[in-house]
């Protein structure tokens, strides 16, 4: 008699299941974030009127301040739509909590799981930890570009009403260089807690590098000796262009995109190795 062999599901509907549930159990922390960051945006429309009306004061006392002092915090042309939403918004508050998202989906992807107890009873459905793995980044990459795309639309809509003066192109540019910036943190915190198997170790490793590249950022210019460093910040690959200023650096967001994915093609070969049981 003949064994019977059961059919194997096909990779994109696994993928796709997987994801779904990722994303239904996860709405709420994405629903919050995304809901936070949309208000702050509110906030710093309706504050820009009267930074605008003051603009001939506020640029004197601004150009006052030494240059590297208004390059650490984004203040050239502060008083224009662009230079206030990169001072007030680009250049830490959208980075910062696209980040923070992409961070605790990727700790939560595998390690979280592990942690969790149900790592096991997963890997024992017909589904292969690569298809795992896909489908907690493409969870944890729709989760940051559904906030980040909320953030850009609260923004687009709402110039206008204010008299900030932004093309919507410029500001895509602006949005698309943060998104890539949180994901390449997220793939590093992926990497971590695929290797590891522990969620607050991979939240650590990948929230502190993320914080020391903001701090090397927006310190350098105020301290020679960091000064020289500058460079080998990911926060200057993303936004030492002024995207919103100048548009999209391809080079630079080549660059997150290429580490992004090398570092998911690391982590899902740790992932393959890491022995789950022997924890």
Do not use: C
């Not at 603009?55 to 230079?83: C, H, I, N, R």
């Amino acid at each position: 008699m003949s064994a019977v062999v059961l059919p194997v599901p096909h990779a994109a509907p696994q993928v796709l299941v997987l994801t779904l549930r990722t994303l239904r159990d996860r709405w709420r922390s994405t629903f919050g974030w995304g809901l936070g960051l949309v208000l702050i945006g509110i906030m710093q429309l309706a504050v820009y009127p009267s930074v605008a009306s003051s603009s001939e004061g506020m640029q004197a006392f601004v150009d006052q301040w030494p240059d590297a002092l208004k390059e650490a915090f984004g203040l050239d042309a502060y008083t224009t739509g662009a230079g206030f939403l990169n001072a007030e918004m680009f250049s830490m508050m959208i980075p910062l909590v696209l980040i923070a998202i992409a961070t605790t989906a990727a700790a939560a992807a595998t390690a979280g799981e592990e942690e969790r107890g149900t790592a096991d009873l997963l890997l024992s459905l017909p589904v292969s930890r690569n298809r795992v793995m896909a489908a907690k980044v493409l969870a944890g990459g729709i989760a940051v570009v559904l906030v980040a795309g909320a953030t850009w639309l609260t923004i687009a809509v709402g110039a206008p009403f204010v008299d900030l003066e932004i093309a919507a192109g410029d500001l895509a540019a602006g949005i698309l260089m943060t998104t890539l910036l949180a994901l390449f943190f997220g793939a590093v915190t992926l990497l971590i807690g695929a290797a590891t198997g522990k969620r607050t170790v991979a939240l650590g490793v990948g929230v502190g590098l993320a914080l020391a590249a903001f701090l090397l950022n927006a310190l350098a210019p105020l301290a020679d000796w960091l000064e020289p460093w500058q460079d080998a910040s990911p926060f200057r690959w993303a936004l030492g262009n002024e995207p919103l200023l100048n548009g999209v650096d391809v080079a630079m967001a080549g660059l997150l995109l290429g580490l992004s994915i090398v570092l998911l093609v690391i982590a899902a070969i740790a992932y393959r190795r890491h022995d789950i049981g022997g924890r």
